[in-house]
């Protein structure tokens, strides 16, 4: 497509339930990102997957945080055991190259409420 | 650990006039890159300009630019003959150049655009 889509837009879990986000970058970007936007805050870096190399999985914030990317192309994001604490938006991007200018492009995230 | 501090929560203008966003950001690196990044109600982050330490000129793009301050750390963005459409949340973010490709994020500025 175009550019980075996501889905679903929004999601409301309860609390203990797992969930699951997924994220298609633009096609023929090698390299892809999660972030966390909770209210009032910051974009919140949580992984990042380049080409076939093993993701920097540096920002999860515990174990109930998972994200795969299949095929170097799409990329899924699971939250086992959801709690109200992980409501947010959840925003993904992707770059051409992965090189140091490179521009992100986000998609339009997936607000995730945990009730 | 790199900083972005935006001091200003909210900020408001009136249509057709020029406003200023404040960035000041925390480094001890010389090669780094800044971005402003504009996030409308639909959540989607759009860049709107970026920056390259190396470069003494300040970026421009159209109605956008930036007064980059390297010695100072900071990094305004300048909104010439607003619209209503510029209305959003704005980001500043910073990357180091190197093998480090995270973004790091200031907690934004909530622009409003007054007709």
């Known amino acids: 497509g175009a550019g980075v889509s996501q889905s679903p837009s929004n999601k409301v879990t309860e609390k203990g339930k797992d969930v699951e986000l997924r994220c298609d970058p633009i096609s023929g970007h090698t390299a892809l990102y999660w972030y966390r936007q909770s209210l009032g805050q910051g974009l919140e870096f949580l992984i990042y997957f380049q080409g076939n190399s093993a993701p920097d999985k540096s920002g999860l914030p515990s174990d109930r945080f998972s994200a795969e990317r299949t095929g170097g192309s799409v990329s899924t994001l699971t939250i086992q055991r959801t709690q109200q604490e992980d409501s947010a938006v959840y925003l993904c991007a992707s770059i051409l190259g992965g090189g140091s200018t490179d521009t992100q492009y986000f998609g339009p995230g997936t607000r995730l409420t945990v009730l | 650990a790199q900083t972005v501090t935006q001091s200003q929560p909210e900020m408001s203008v009136q249509e057709a006039e020029t406003v200023t966003l404040s960035c000041t950001y925390d480094?001890?690196?010389?090669?780094?890159?800044l971005f402003w990044y504009k996030q409308p109600p639909s959540r989607q982050m759009i860049l709107v300009i970026r920056?390259?330490?190396?470069?003494?000129q300040n970026a421009t793009e159209n109605r956008f630019s930036v007064n980059f301050q390297k010695a100072a750390k900071s990094f305004s963005l300048k909104i010439s003959d607003s619209q209503l459409g510029d209305a959003a949340m704005y980001f500043c973010a910073y990357k180091w150049g190197g093998s480090n490709y995270k973004l790091t994020f200031g907690k934004g500025t909530l622009l409003t655009v007054n007709p």
């Open positions: 480094t001890s690196e010389s090669d780094y890159y």
């Open positions: 920056q390259e330490a190396y470069k003494q």
